[in-house]
């Protein structure tokens, strides 16, 4: 814990001027982030006596070692640049909103060449128009059914719109006039995109244009004695109105606005929105936060918008944003709204009349919400805080193991050794910090040598960026086994991201910009646990132990949790440390390695399943997927390609003379693929037979003797 005088700046040295200003902790990561009108008086509020401080302001002050920030010239800029330093660096004592739910969004895809209908979830896309959000996915459903009757847009998967487009045969919906089918042509490209167009003018609530339209149609077909068009029409006009029933009428004049509301105590803050379009409540969603200091309801209600309006732009923010107070001071939140909407912006506390009345049901709803969560939440921090301290009593440990990193080694039969590293903070996992590895010194199985090599890059790469940050005490370094024999530190040891989708074990994943050793982040390795926990008994953890001991680390707890008695294994101790079955410490241990577990032995069956897929077409040089296919295609299987000449494989559309040459040496130097095997009969099946080989085209996995489960127990 630091004192804050110990970097406090120096009198003067502060600016009198606007600006946002930065927090770094002992480990160079940024945990706060904040702007101030004058820098100078801001500042000097953190610095005072910390008894006259909030407690969590306090617990920040005391957690940071240094603090820095950047002028700017006005209070726009500062709120701005507050907003893009937060979304970057994710500080832990910022007021950040938790979505009480992954609310569904109505998504039209207006960025493709045939916009799609869908539900969507998630971070918002460029080119995409949303409505919402709903508080379920079956009310999207249900409203996009009934308006598919007078706007057919397209709603298919892009993998059904291809075979459609192929086969030239539509879907159902299709056939059923609940699709304009242009996988087929039956519209235009620019016909479709105005059906679109006009399918998101009736969800922004322009109703009243496409009801009147229809209903004239109705009445000239009636007078023409075209009554089944004039029916057609009389039940799409019914299927409008059915959908504009689904949210009533609160806000005459078609109003666009969003109405916020705030609930808080001295802990916790929730935030509820109404987002009303054409007088219409057409969403609504709830945030709950932590209130790390002491904040003013203004200010929760600036944090409100800046996390509700940041990625938005245009229409997606109203003309009028009603709140229960107003940021200090207002004009700058307003004028960036404005900004971001390109016009004007009304932000006000409505007084009266029906805006005033929705406020106070919005109110209410952010009142039951605090409630609620409170009432989930309290429990479940008292248990984990509960486990957190049987965990640190029975391991005796200094403190409660804030950071746990648990480690488990998995393989099939020797074969795609795998490691995996999860790690949870207070008792929650925390999958963006999941690593990945792939055993590298050595083949075949041994979970000890494993475990031993796992702790040892991971730590390696822990000292390499604690020496980069300077955090090293004079005459200390990188031990020689985390060093090179040229002296220089360790690169990269072949780590993957937990979300690494599609890259190669060693590539580096991150969920936004590069990492890099000055942007207050730290890079994969860079924050060390208080106890790493271990998949595994007595060898195990030695191996563990003697890792860290060669590192020269000694301020890591270490302990191994066994699965057959669920016995705690410390080192260099005989006997087993055996917590009570209903101990919340043990349950707590039992989650981190089921975990682990679960996330290395996902990895394992990818990479396996990965290489089985494998076909000696893939080592070809400049032979992509689309030739690979039409190859197999051309000649059915590997093994029949393997026996062709040069001019039959030249014989292949897109296959020149050049290319064939290198797929005959490629071939004729593989090793056939082993046969595949019926499953039913024992039967080993030639490609004649009808079994194709493992090509890219049909994947196949090969069989191994023994039951389902017997193959599962197989797996480690």
């Known amino acids: 814990m630091a004192d804050p005088s110990s970097y406090r700046p120096r009198p003067g040295e502060i600016p009198d001027s606007p600006g946002v200003y930065r927090f770094r902790d002992e480990h160079r990561r940024v945990i706060y982030v904040g702007k101030a009108k004058s820098l100078r008086q801001r500042l000097a509020n953190y610095f005072q006596d910390l008894a006259h401080l909030h407690p969590r302001t306090r617990t920040m002050v005391t957690t940071a070692a240094s603090v820095e920030w950047t002028v700017v010239s006005t209070e726009v800029e500062a709120l701005q640049l507050e907003y893009s330093w937060i979304k970057e660096y994710d500080p832990r004592f910022n007021v950040k909103y938790r979505d009480d739910k992954s609310y569904p969004y109505l998504a039209v895809t207006m960025n493709e060449e ?68 242009p996988c087929v042509g039956r519209i235009t490209p620019d016909d479709h995109r ?81 987002h009303v379009r054409g007088g219409r409540v057409r969403g609504q969603r709830g945030w709950v936060t932590d209130k790390v200091e002491e904040i003013t309801t203004g200010a929760l209600v600036e944090h409100a918008l800046q996390q509700l309006y940041g990625e938005e732009s245009g229409d997606a923010v109203p003309k009028e944003v009603l709140v229960p107070a107003l940021p200090d001071p207002v004009e700058p939140v307003q004028q960036w709204l404005t900004e971001r909407r390109g016009s004007g912006v009304s932000l006000r506390i409505p007084q009266r009349g029906d805006k005033k009345a929705l406020m106070e049901t919005v109110q209410r709803n952010a009142q039951q919400a605090l409630v609620l969560h409170k009432t989930k939440r309290a429990s479940d921090l008292t248990t984990r805080s509960r486990a957190l301290e049987e965990i640190a009593e029975a391991l005796d440990l200094d403190s409660a193991p804030l950071r746990i990193e648990c480690y488990d080694i998995s393989h099939l039969q020797g074969d795609d050794v795998v490691a995996s590293m999860v790690v949870f903070e207070d008792g929650l996992a925390r999958k963006s910090e999941y690593r990945r590895f792939q055993i590298k010194g ?221 797929v005959a040496v490629a071939l004729a130097g593989a090793t056939p693929a082993a046969p595949a095997v019926n499953t039913a009969t024992g039967e080993i099946m030639d490609d004649d037979d009808g079994a194709p080989e493992t090509t890219a085209d049909a994947p196949g996995e090969p069989v191994s003797a023994g039951t389902p489960d017997e193959r599962r127990g197989q797996e480690r």
Not at 466 to 489: I, V, Y
């Open 114 to 181: 045939f916009p799609r209908v869908q539900v969507m979830r998630g971070q918002k896309k460029k080119g995409v128009r949303y409505f919402g959000p709903y508080g379920h996915a079956w009310a999207i459903r249900d409203t996009v059914d009934l308006l598919l009757r007078v706007f057919p847009v397209r709603t298919c998967s892009a993998g059904v719109f291809k075979n459609a487009a192929r086969t030239g045969r539509p879907c159902l919906l299709g056939y059923i006039g609940k699709c304009s089918a």
């Open 194 to 274: 105005d059906l679109a167009d006009e399918f998101c003018d009736f969800m922004a609530g322009r109703t009243g244009t496409y009801l009147r339209r229809l209903e004239r149609q109705m009445a000239e077909a009636a007078e023409e004695m075209e009554y089944e068009r004039a029916a057609r029409l009389r039940d799409d006009i019914g299927a409008l109105k059915k959908a504009m029933e689904k949210s009533a009428v609160v806000l005459a004049d078609a109003t666009d606005a969003d109405l916020i509301a705030v609930a808080e105590d001295e802990l916790e803050a929730a935030v509820q929105i109404f």
């Open 442 to 662: 050595f083949e075949g199985q041994d979970d000890v040598r494993s475990m031993h090599e796992v702790i040892t890059r991971r730590f390696r790469r822990y000292l390499a960026e604690k020496e980069k940050t300077g955090e090293w005490a004079d005459g200390e370094g990188l031990s020689g086994d985390a060093r090179h024999p040229n002296g220089d530190a360790a690169p990269d040891d072949g780590a993957a991201r937990a979300d690494g989708r599609g890259l190669t074990d060693g590539q580096q994943l991150t969920d936004g910009p590069a990492l890099k050793d000055d942007d207050g982040r730290p890079k994969r390795f860079a924050y060390p646990p208080q106890l790493i926990v271990v998949d595994g008994g007595q060898p195990q953890v030695a191996a563990a132990q003697r890792a860290l001991d060669e590192l020269g680390i000694d301020d890591i707890a270490v302990c191994g949790l066994a699965k057959r008695l669920e016995e705690v294994w410390l080192p260099r101790e005989d006997d087993p440390v055996v917590l009570p079955r209903t101990s919340e410490g043990l349950y707590l241990l039992q989650r981190v390695r089921d975990e682990a577990h679960r996330f290395a032995i996902t990895y394992q069956r990818a990479k396996r399943a990965k290489r089985f897929r494998s076909s000696p077409l893939d080592d070809v040089p400049g032979l992509g997927e689309t030739r690979k296919q039409a190859l197999i295609k051309h000649f059915g299987s590997v093994k029949k390609l393997r026996s062709a000449t040069i001019d039959q494989i030249c014989e292949v559309p897109g296959i020149g003379r050049k290319t064939a040459e290198t």
